[in-house]
């Protein structure tokens, strides 16, 4: 399994910008997709996921600024971010869930003025 994401880049706050992820290789029907994100000297953390199934889940940061959205039959994962924030500036890793965790290699996302 290989993840490729895009879509990051450099933006002002209250910007937007959209994230994608393309899963290729042996996909399940059932698995989870996602993104976590790692700013500078902290942790990875947990921003959202999409199941196959439809449900998705949010870090209480982003909850009402970003959406994750998927399309089951190209296997891609989407983030889209709206008011973004100075803290919001990371490296975004997309994730798949399917029995192993599979990580993609990271977009960069930084929002300045």
């Known amino acids: 399994v290989q993840l490729q994401a895009s879509g990051g880049g450099f933006v002002q706050p209250g910007g937007s910008l959209r994230l994608s992820c393309v899963a290729s290789?042996?996909?399940?029907?059932?698995?989870?997709m996602g993104w976590y994100r790692q700013a500078p000297g902290k942790q990875r953390e947990f921003v959202a996921v999409?199941?196959?199934?439809?449900?998705?889940n949010y870090a209480d940061s982003v909850k009402g600024r970003f959406t994750v959205s998927r399309d089951n039959a190209k296997n891609t994962v989407y983030l889209q971010m709206n008011s973004l924030k100075p803290e919001d500036t990371a490296v975004y890793y997309c994730?798949?869930?399917?029995?192993?965790?599979?990580w993609g290699q990271g977009t960069q996302v930084t929002v300045s003025s």
């Open positions: 994730w798949l869930q399917q029995n192993l965790n599979y």
């Open positions: 290789g042996s996909i399940s029907s059932f698995n989870a």
């Open positions: 999409a199941s196959s199934a439809g449900s998705t």
